[in-house]
């Protein structure tokens, strides 16, 4: 196992691109950790140049303490996966495997040893003699991983792995792929754009923007402690509900302002919040201040009363996945949704219905920073 530390880290292109941004992170030998984030964020470069195909422009890298910024890529001790599978298209799964063994001239005993342990793992000892044209995409990806894993490396990088694969065969490999984490005495680190793949694998999750890292802990931390609203969104699926909202005070208390439909004080509707979140928004001067106010689809719910923190909204999409039902409403031009799986169904598309809205799980961010308040 290995751990890692990248400091300062940036990536500049001749054309004066800046694909990465002073990235800091540390990972603790035999960590899971994932970078996540919308396609051309920089997460992919950030791997290449961990495994040494990229070159550093600014900042420092470290495996076990060792300088690395000019070590070859052979010498470091990593093997890569990547999202095309990269296998040699005229040897068979056999020699696909042992090819890196080859390389490094073990004798041809310790080969096979080897190349039988690894297929034994990851189930393909039938594939052996087969060439990569006649495998489906999932046993591609299981070559491509016994590739990597035969010769035992220190650091695993993988670069979207299962984009190529469809949604059943995808949600199998996460769970080889996490199964493998837990069996290997290596560090793995994992890219992808799937939120999903993120939440389920991840020890913990780097989520990038523009070159950046906006917000770094594990699946839980930053589902329910998000930074600010771009993780709020990303993270979460259907996304947070994100609405425009003005701090007033209201029957002597703190409350949300929000516009349901027109601008007129008819369509206004007074949510109520918790007293630690008055607090905060008093203290740091917000009264009368315009903010965002997040709200979970699962935190909302489709209510009959009519009272405060409910209101009325028309029906745009109706989808029934399963158990879960998605609501799907407009509010004064955002566009929103319910996640419920309590639901009547013969709500559709026009519905004029109530939704309540839980007090204890509103997130509220800075209008201008988009950062969380509170």
């Known amino acids: 196992m290995a751990n890692l530390k990248l400091k300062q880290i940036n990536k500049i292109y001749d054309n004066g691109f800046h694909a990465v941004k002073d990235f800091n992170l540390k990972i603790e030998e035999g960590e899971f950790i994932v970078l996540v984030g919308p396609s051309g964020c920089g997460k992919t470069t950030v791997l290449r140049m961990i495994a040494g195909l990229e070159t550093i422009t600014d900042g420092e890298l470290y495996i076990n303490d060792s300088f690395m910024n000019h070590m070859a890529a052979k010498d470091r001790d990593i093997a890569m996966v990547f999202q095309s599978y990269a296998l040699f298209p005229h040897l068979t799964v056999y020699e696909n495997i042992s090819f890196p063994l080859k390389i490094n001239k073990l004798s041809r005993e310790e080969i096979h040893n080897k190349v039988k342990e690894v297929s034994e793992i990851l189930e393909i000892e039938s594939l052996l003699n087969k060439k990569p044209s006649t495998l489906s995409g999932g046993q591609k990806q299981r070559v491509a991983l016994g590739r990597a894993i ?203 219905i109530s939704f309540y809205i839980d007090k204890q799980k509103t997130y509220l961010f800075d209008y201008e920073t988009e950062l969380r308040i509170i």
């Open 150 to 352: 035969v010769r035992k490396p220190k650091i695993f990088l993988m670069d979207e792995p299962l984009s190529n694969l469809d949604s059943n065969l995808r949600t199998q490999m996460r769970i080889e792929i996490s199964k493998l984490h837990s069996k290997l005495d290596a560090t793995f680190i994992y890219v992808t754009h799937d939120q999903i793949e993120a939440m389920t694998m991840g020890t913990r999750i780097v989520i990038m923007e523009d070159g950046k890292i906006q917000q770094i802990g594990t699946p839980q931390e930053v589902y329910e402690n998000p930074n600010n609203i771009f993780v709020a969104r990303f993270i979460g699926s259907p996304s947070m509900n994100i609405l425009d909202g003005i701090v007033v005070v209201n029957e002597e208390e703190i409350q949300l302002k929000v516009s349901i439909g027109e601008d007129n004080e008819d369509s206004a509707k007074y949510i109520k919040i918790p007293k630690t979140q008055q607090d905060v928004l008093k203290i740091n001067n917000y009264i009368n201040k315009r903010i965002k106010i997040g709200l979970r689809p699962e935190s909302i719910e489709v209510s009959a009363d009519w009272d405060f923190n409910t209101f009325k909204a028309y029906v745009t999409m109706v989808e029934r996945v399963g158990l879960d039902t998605y609501i799907y409403f407009d509010i004064h031009g955002d566009n929103c949704c319910v996640k419920t799986t309590n639901i009547n169904n013969d709500i559709k598309i026009g519905d004029y």
